[in-house]
C-alpha cells in the first residue's frame, strides 16, 4: 500500500518550474531512493512534503489523506519526520537538548514552559520525552555523546544527530536529505546500517543522495529528477542502466 502519493505535484518560483507536474508513489516499508542533479527539484519536494513550502498546483496524500499545504507541526504529528542538508543543529543546546527537541511539537509540549519550569520540577512527559531521546542516541551510537555542546560536533556526528532528531518522534515516514554527505566509507557505510535498521522497524524512508551508489545500494524503488520532472522509476538496477538517468548526470547518453 502507499504510504505517500503525489499527483500533479508542482512548485513555480516566477518563471522556474522547481517541481513540475511529478506523479510519485511510495510504498509503506520500503526505502525509496530519490536521485538527481543539483536543482533538480529533491529538496524542494522534500519541502512541499514536509509543509515547509506551499504548492503551486497538485496534490500530497499520505496514508491517503490530503496534507496539501497544510502547516507543518500537523503533518508532523502525522508521522513524517526530515533531516536537513545543512545539518541544522542549535549550536548552544546539547547533543540530548537538541534530540528532545524533535518531540516538543508532537507531545504537544511548550518548551519554553518547561525551561521555567525545571529548576523546581522534572515534569514526568519531560522525563519520558529525555529517556525516548536516550535511547534513540543509543541507537545512533552516539550516548556518550549526550552532555556534548552540538556547537563542538564534527559534520558526520551533526548529520547523525539530525537522524536521531527525526527518530525520536517514532515517525511513520522518515525523509533524509543527504545522509551521508561529506562523510567517507566507513562513516556511510554506517549510516546505511542505520537507515536499513530503521526500515525494519517498519518505517518507510525517502532518501535523497547525490551518491548513486549509495541509493542502488539501499533502495527498493528509485525515482530520478531532473529540472524539475520526473525522468525515469524503477529498481535500482534498472535506474543504473537507464540512458536519461546516465545523461542527466553524465551530460551524454549511454553508447
Known amino acids: 500500500m502507499p504510504i505517500l502519493s503525489t499527483v500533479g505535484l508542482s512548485k513555480y518560483f516566477g518563471g522556474i518550474k522547481a517541481l513540475h507536474k511529478l506523479d510519485m508513489v511510495v510504498e509503506e516499508g520500503q526505502i525509496h531512493g530519490l536521485i538527481g542533479p543539483n536543482g533538480a527539484g529533491k529538496t524542494t519536494f522534500f519541502n ?27 503533518i508532523n504529528k502525522m508521522g513524517i519526520s526530515r533531516t536537513f542538508q545543512a545539518g541544522k543543529l542549535v549550536p548552544n543546546m546539547t547533543v540530548l537538548d537538541n534530540v528532545m527537541s524533535g518531540m516538543y511539537n508532537y507531545a504537544g509540549v511548550n518548551p519554553i ?3 521555567f519550569l525545571k529548576p523546581f520540577t522534572l515534569r514526568a512527559q ?9 535511547k534513540t542516541l543509543k541507537f545512533i551510537g552516539m550516548s556518550d555523546s549526550a552532555e556534548r555542546w552540538a556547537s563542538e560536533l564534527v559534520w558526520v556526528e551533526r548529520q547523525l544527530v539530525q537522524i536521531a532528531r527525526a527518530l525520536v518522534t517514532k515517525p511513520k515516514l522518515l525523509m533524509l536529505d543527504e545522509p551521508t554527505s561529506g ?36 533502495s527498493d524503488w528509485v525515482t530520478a529528477l531532473n529540472f524539475g520532472e520526473k525522468i525515469s522509476e524503477g529498481t535500482p538496477q534498472q535506474i543504473q542502466n537507464d540512458s536519461k538517468v546516465l545523461e542527466a548526470y553524465l551530460g551524454e547518453e549511454k553508447k
Not at 519531560?126 to 536516550?134: F, V, Y
Open 48 to 74: 512541499m512534503v514536509s509543509g515547509l513550502l506551499p504548492l503551486t498546483e497538485g496534490k500530497i496524500y499520505f496514508n491517503s489523506v490530503d496534507i496539501s499545504n497544510i502547516p507543518a507541526e500537523d
Open 126 to 134: 519531560e522525563e519520558e520525552i529525555k529517556q525516548q531521546a536516550l
Open 183 to 218: 562523510m567517507g566509507i566507513e562513516e556511510s557505510k554506517k549510516v546505511e546500517g542505520i537507515i536499513r535498521q530503521v526500515r525494519d522497524m517498519g518505517i518507510t524512508v525517502i532518501v535523497i543522495s547525490h551518491d548513486v551508489k549509495l541509493v542502488v545500494n539501499l
Open 113 to 115: 514552559k518547561l525551561f
